[in-house]
């Protein structure tokens, strides 16, 4: 069974705190992950993905992989209002094509 | 403007009428894929089209039916559905159906049945 877990929030930060989202996925063959951001009423956006262990930085958003621990975690730098929706995390078993997603969090930036 | 264009956004059908939701990518991909998105609930894939080619079926009952007359096209049709079928219909699509290829979204459907 292929299950991609994430914390529902909601997560609350103050504008310009580091956001820090959490995702696990229990098929260790897993091998492609991706960090979505869905505003309410909108659909899914492309944020980052990520391949390799470690951590892959882009502009403020920074994914980091730890494989042996089955985790994913998107960083959001110097939050901003504007970066209030909701973060699915999507990962794509070692075996198959399709994408399996997590529930999302919820997080809410106060200006 | 999205590269992935659905229409149309909003749907409101009785359970015995027969509807279909279109999907357009103008991204050049060959992949293209239905997912059903419900409240407190991740998002279910439904359907996967590789090169026109259906290759994932995901348990998804006979009263939804796809057709992909090309790589740039996708349909679902409705007919007969239930309550529980209320959602957020999203089609993606990636350059190919493998790992390693993010999708991309389109703005959904957003389906009533009464």
């Known amino acids: 069974q292929k299950e991609v877990e994430q914390n529902s929030g909601p997560l609350s930060v103050p504008e310009g705190a580091i956001a820090s989202l959490n995702c696990t996925y229990s098929?260790?063959?897993?091998?492609?992950f991706f960090w979505y951001r869905q505003y309410s009423g909108k659909s899914p956006e492309l944020i980052m993905f990520?391949?390799?262990?470690g951590d892959k930085e882009d502009g403020r958003f920074t994914a980091q992989l730890n494989k042996a621990s089955q985790y994913v975690s998107l960083l959001i730098r110097d939050s901003q209002p504007s970066d209030s929706a909701t973060y699915l995390c999507a990962v794509i078993p070692l075996t198959g094509n399709q994408f399996y997603f997590g529930t999302g969090t919820s997080l809410t930036v106060i200006p | 403007e999205t590269g992935v264009t659905q229409t149309p956004r909003h749907l409101v059908m009785g359970m015995t009428n027969k509807k279909s939701l279109k999907c357009e990518q103008h991204l050049g991909h060959n992949a293209m894929y239905w997912y059903k998105q419900s409240a407190k609930k991740p998002l279910e894939l439904m359907f996967v089209?590789?090169?026109?080619?259906?290759?994932e079926n995901n348990s998804v009952p006979s009263r939804f039916s796809p057709e992909c007359p090309n790589s740039s096209h996708l349909f679902l049709h409705l007919h007969t559905l239930q309550p529980e079928d209320s959602a957020l219909y999203l089609c993606a699509s990636s350059q190919e159906g493998g790992p390693n290829q993010p999708q991309h979204f389109g703005d959904g459907t957003r389906l009533s049945i009464l």
């Open positions: 089209y590789n090169f026109k080619e259906q290759t």
């Open positions: 098929d260790r063959g897993s091998q492609s």
């Open positions: 990520i391949y390799s262990n």
